[in-house]
């Protein structure tokens, strides 16, 4: 399983299109092949800060994710708001127990 965390900063007063835009494309990526899970949060403590969990059944399912529409288009709304890089961490995982 590959998990993927993304943090990203915008003004206060842009962080509600970037949630918006991102809740958006939350079905079509979430009907991705390989999909298993597509969460954004909004920072309780900090106005700007938004953070997207993905989890994917694989890499290959992921770079499918990065070459679709649905990231172009993230991309184009989001890029001119962010305030700073954003920082993303890809993990290799394995899932141990649902419970």
Do not use: K
């Not at 990526?29 to 597509?38: E, K, S, T, W, Y």
């Not at 938004?50 to 649905?70: G, I, K, N, Q, R």
């Not at 962010?82 to 920082?87: D, G, I, Q, R, S």
């Amino acid at each position: 399983m590959l998990i993927a965390v993304l943090d990203l900063r915008t003004d206060p007063t842009d962080r509600p299109a970037a949630l918006a835009q991102l809740d958006r494309e939350r079905a079509e990526i979430r009907a991705m092949p390989g999909n298993l899970d597509f969460r954004v949060y909004a920072a309780r403590d900090d106005a700007g800060a938004v953070t997207v969990l993905h989890e994917w059944a694989d890499e290959p399912s992921f770079a499918a994710y990065l070459a679709s529409d649905a990231f172009a288009r993230s991309g184009a709304v989001l890029r001119p708001l962010v305030t700073e890089p954003p920082l993303s961490r890809r993990f290799s995982a394995d899932l141990i127990e649902t419970v």
